[in-house]
């Protein structure tokens, strides 16, 4: 069944800590992205992928980091420079390469991070 | 930068009464979707609208595209406990692969 799996579903975090939080989909899509959402919030972009080897950073990247190795997989790196990091965290992707965003993104169902 | 307004923010209603969410972007799309993300759970596409004046239905989801194409709109009839969620409208950013999400609206159906 093709999707996108976030892991794990629940994370806590130390101070001082950094975590990785991962994404891998089986979609065979290019475009892979991070958001983050608050409480009541809307969808705030972190990075995003276009391609294998390369990412973007989006609105909020400071504090985040991520690596594109493999087509399948965009983890995303909470870092301990990220002061605020409780939040909701999707993964998303989409099919479409090189057209302008006129494709839906399909989501993972999301990690949820907290600090301890 | 390029900005997706929603409003309202909240809007509770009867079961059985219709909700409206509206979108405005500060510039003309080239199309707008729509997708809807359960408490607790994730967003999930419903629909996208290309043409301008453009009307959809799913149901008794209405979808509208403005002539301008700086505004849509989502008109769920006769709600039920089932519609209960967030909905979130997204147009292209001004990178290809970005969306620009408006801040959703949330439907509750009161007891």
């Known amino acids: 069944d093709g999707g996108i799996t976030q892991s794990p579903k629940y994370l806590f975090r130390k101070e001082g800590q950094n975590v990785t939080l991962s994404c891998e989909q089986n979609?065979?899509?290019?475009?892979m992205y991070w958001y983050r959402q608050d409480p009541g919030q809307g969808l705030r972009l972190i990075y995003y992928?276009?391609?294998?080897?390369?990412?973007q950073k989006g609105d909020i990247a400071e504090g985040y980091s991520v690596s594109r190795e493999k087509k399948e997989s965009f983890p995303l790196t909470v870092t301990s420079a990220q002061k605020n990091p409780t939040a909701f965290y999707l993964c998303?992707?989409?099919?479409?390469?090189?057209?302008?965003?006129?494709?839906?993104?399909?989501f993972g169902d999301g990690t949820r991070l907290s600090i301890l | 930068g390029q900005q997706v307004m929603q409003i309202p923010q909240y809007q509770h209603v009867q079961e059985g009464e219709d909700f409206t969410t509206y979108c405005n972007s500060s510039?003309?799309?080239?199309?707008i979707q729509w997708y809807k993300q359960r408490p607790g759970g994730h967003p999930v596409f419903l629909i996208q609208?290309?043409?301008s004046g453009e009307v959809k239905k799913q149901k008794r989801l209405t979808f509208q595209f403005g002539e301008a194409k700086k505004n849509s709109s989502l008109h769920i009839t006769a709600t039920q406990t089932t519609d209960v969620g967030t909905y979130f409208c997204?147009?292209?950013?001004?990178?290809?692969?970005?969306?620009?999400w408006g801040a959703g609206t949330k439907l509750i159906i009161k007891p």
């Open positions: 998303a992707s989409r099919g479409d390469r090189g057209l302008r965003s006129n494709q839906p993104q399909h």
């Open positions: 979609l065979n899509h290019d475009a």
């Open positions: 992928s276009q391609i294998v080897n390369d990412f």
């Open positions: 510039t003309t799309l080239s199309n």
């Open positions: 609208l290309v043409k």
């Open positions: 997204a147009g292209p950013g001004d990178s290809n692969y970005q969306l620009i």
